[in-house]
């Protein structure tokens, strides 16, 4: 009876991979073929008015030898700059080369820096670019950074005929958002497509219009999306008609809705130590946390701003009992925000540690509020200065990178703000005295390569040449801040060393071919499989389907930039991928030779041909460690798509393809045809 009962779990267990393996099998269809799904989705909706879940699926990644595109690669001159700071400099002058990049509307545009004893490169590909000739005379240009102030002029009116202009072609803009929208509302591609291909806002181009989650604080126009979406959003679905705000035209899609807490109102103690950021004390890291534990221990709500006042080396806000106000999200050190925001009201914390030393927190409010994920599309409007020259709002103020000496990240000594500290030269020291004096209360504005990179208020003549950009900064934000600066300012020369293009008709020739020849080798190892190996060639068949949907899948999700070497790869899996059930289905054999029953043959079958297919794909996967380690980036791809392939078909062809054949098993003869081409044999 125990027995009966174990083989019917047994058969229940099968059922369920058989099971698994068709959902697998689907939804690998439609992740890597979204296309097919969209196009079957909407004629099921225009037909019947059923509407199937949409998804928002990535693309692959194609490289330049599929897609098209230019290889530009560019040498540094960094003899200008102290060896500490070339990195840095470097690192800089590629962020200024990544977001003109952006600019161009490249799809996967990839800059890398390359360091090559004393020469530094940067190295540029541009999938897809179609005018390399404006690309490469745009990126040669060295960075531009200036100073400018606000402009005490009244600004001229328009003419009646500039006002007609400037109407017309924001008409234009909202017809042709409006155009998008139904675009878009089809159904016919995804929506991070459509913000790939027209959204003008270039932070988030790249990203599918993802601007995160956000809430009422930030810029005018993120407040308008905030409650646009707030007011018309349903998670998932694109937004009926479009939002005018300030700056365009948005197409708004709103994925989730989250409440988090939007504000903290805390008190805090610090306890420092010696190496700690801002310390002055000479105490050791150990003996300021067994100082910060035992005012842990006695502390509580009520004597909290007294033991601060008494024990917090924050003089700033030791003197207020610890007091740090209302704390929004970005305005502390990580440490300490992620302490305060996951801190329950009316709690104090255990000793957090941040750059500064120890701290303890004691939350006494907090406000929450309701945040939304979304994704826009945005076309901008034309503006008055675009129509009028004369509507420049920014002045120059003759401070430019020529007199920056440097910029670093910085923190604030009383709240721990990021920020990013400037030093001028002697020249800049009395420029910059000259404009801060004269603009108290006012903005100055810091361009980089004529954007708008930083506009804080002055609020005092700065003296010295030294002076500060603070901000809502994480501190990964004033690292990039402090690169463009540094980049503009020293400036370093690029000059062009290497440039090779493939035109996107060649690119196109190749991925046609390279999927043809993937597609008659994947015919040719099923034909062979089922020819020779019969219902288990079938089986093992329709295993490799779903190896090559995961296989791909994955390719998708890491991603895997795809080449023609890293389809040569995957193509060389495939067969890899077969040859582990040759090696299963030729020990079956073997065993049905020798007498045993199909089922004892197949346990067997898969258990003795284990070790010979783990130690060839262990073998393979080293080979691919060695390509990747010493290779270049093509063989790179190659080793990529190779080793991935290796690791899923050995779940494949022990995992998959034995259920398939244990599922089937039941309703198999003995001596059948349909087995391995086996013959009637003695059974034991």
């Known amino acids: 009876m125990q027995k009966v009962e174990k083989k019917q779990a047994s058969r229940s267990h099968i059922k369920w991979g058989v099971f698994g393996i068709l959902l697998v099998l689907l ?21 019947t008015g059923i509407a199937l879940p949409r998804f928002e699926i990535p693309d692959f990644h194609l490289g330049l030898d599929l897609l098209g595109g230019a290889h530009l690669v560019y040498e540094v001159d960094a003899s200008s700059v102290q060896s500490s700071d070339r990195d840095d400099a470097v690192a800089g002058v590629r962020d200024v080369i990544e977001r003109r990049v952006n600019a161009f509307g490249v799809g996967e545009p990839l800059v890398q820096t390359n360091v090559s004893g004393d020469i530094h490169r940067v190295i540029v590909e541009l999938p897809g670019v179609v005018n ?70 270039t932070r988030t181009k790249e990203t599918g219009g ?20 707030s007011q018309r959003g349903v998670p998932g679905v694109v937004a009926k008609d479009i939002l005018n705000s300030e700056i365009g035209f948005h197409i708004v899609k709103l994925e989730e809705i989250k409440e988090l807490v939007g504000t903290v109102s805390a008190r805090h103690m610090l306890v420092c130590y010696k190496g700690a950021q801002s310390c002055t ?15 842990r221990a006695q502390a509580n709500k009520d004597n909290f701003a007294t033991l601060a006042k008494e024990r917090s080396d924050d003089l700033g806000s030791g003197s207020q009992g610890g007091d740090l106000g209302i704390i929004t999200r970005g305005q502390t050190v990580k440490p300490f925000e992620d302490a ?49 020259p004369n509507l420049d709002p920014w002045l120059s103020t003759k401070l430019s990178g020529k007199q920056l000496d440097r910029a670093t990240v910085e923190f604030d000594q009383q709240t721990g703000d990021v920020q990013v500290g400037l030093q001028f030269d002697k020249e800049g020291e009395e420029l910059f005295s000259a404009i801060t004096e004269r603009n108290v209360g006012k903005p100055v504005a810091i361009f980089l390569d004529g954007e708008v990179i930083s506009a804080p208020t002055v609020q005092q003549k700065i003296t010295g040449g030294t002076a500060v950009i603070t901000g809502r900064f994480s501190v990964s934000e004033a690292k990039l801040l402090a690169q463009r600066l540094n980049a503009g300012a020293l400036p370093l020369p690029v000059s062009l060393v290497s440039q090779s293009t493939v035109g996107p008709t060649l690119g196109k020739v190749s991925l046609e071919k390279s999927l043809f020849a993937g597609l008659v080798g994947f015919g040719l190892v099923l034909l062979f499989m089922m ?27 890491v991603p895997v930039t795809l080449t023609l070497a890293g389809i040569a790869g995957f193509i060389l899996s495939l067969g890899m991928a077969v040859d582990a059930n040759i090696l299963i289905f030729e020990r ?15 346990p067997l079958g898969f258990e003795r041909a284990w070790t010979s297919i783990r130690d060839s794909n262990v073998t393979t996967l080293i080979t691919c460690a060695v390509l990747y380690w010493f290779g270049t980036s093509v063989v790179r791809g190659f080793a990529v798509t190779l080793a991935i392939g290796v690791l899923v078909s050995m779940f494949s062809a022990i995992s998959v393809t034995r259920i398939l054949v244990r599922y089937v098993e039941p309703w198999i003869k003995e001596g059948s045809a349909l087995v391995l081409g086996s013959k009637k044999t003695p059974q034991r």
């Open 27 to 47: 939804a690998g269809s439609i992740f890597d073929f979204p296309g097919f799904y969209r196009g079957f989705a909407n004629s099921l909706e225009g037909k």
């Open 281 to 295: 004390s000479d105490r050791t890291k150990e003996e300021a946390l067994a100082s910060i534990q035992s005012i």
């Open 531 to 557: 020819l020779y190996y019969r219902l288990p060639g079938l089986l093992a068949g329709i295993a490799l389907f779903l190896y090559a949907f995961v296989v791909l899948g994955i390719f998708k999700l």
């Open 132 to 201: 390399v000739a404006d690309a490469i005379k745009q990126i040669g240009e060295t960075p531009l950074l200036e100073f400018k102030e606000q402009n005490p002029n009244p600004l001229p009116t328009l003419t009646p005929e500039e006002e007609t202009r400037l109407k017309k072609a924001n008409d234009d803009e909202q017809k042709k958002a409006k155009d998008i929208l139904l675009a878009v509302r089809s159904g016919t591609k995804s929506f991070e497509e459509y913000a790939r291909e027209f959204s003008q806002d």
């Open 210 to 229: 993802d601007l995160g989650f956000i809430g009422l604080s930030g810029e005018p126009w993120m407040k308008q999306v905030y409650l646009f979406a």
């Open 588 to 602: 079956i054999k073997e065993e049905l030779r020798g007498g045993y029953t199909f089922s004892r043959a197949i």
């Open 340 to 388: 305060a925001f996951a801190l329950p009201l009316g709690a104090i914390s255990d000793p957090v540690e941040s750059p500064f030393g120890f701290h303890l927190i004691y939350k006494y409010d907090e406000k929450k509020e309701k945040q939304y994920r979304v994704r826009h599309i945005l076309i901008d409007k034309t503006t008055a200065n675009e129509i009028s």
